[in-house]
């Protein structure tokens, strides 16, 4: 067992704590909320991965010489 564990008190999920965790969940938000909040969360997920895909590198865009000690080295 590593310091995070240890400190965090996380470990190996079971069915147990999986339902009880569940329980929670709907108590707190109510069962007719749940499918909005994960709804929320896969758009805000969706349109992330989105923007990580629309930026690229500059340096990519650019030819490298071979001679210049700032470019990058593979």
């Known amino acids: 067992m590593n310091f995070a564990t240890l400190l965090l008190g996380i470990g190996n999920?079971?069915?147990t704590e999986l339902l009880l965790i569940g329980l929670?969940?709907?108590l707190l938000f109510g069962?007719?909320?749940i499918p909005e909040l994960f709804r929320g969360m896969g758009q805000g997920i969706r349109e992330f991965k989105d923007a990580?895909?629309?930026e690229k590198p500059?340096?990519?865009d650019r030819p490298v010489n071979p001679n210049d000690p700032t470019a990058p080295r593979l």
């Open 13 to 15: 999920f079971g069915g």
């Open 52 to 54: 990580s895909k629309e």
């Open 24 to 26: 929670a969940i709907i």
């Open 58 to 60: 500059e340096f990519r």
């Open 31 to 33: 069962a007719k909320r």
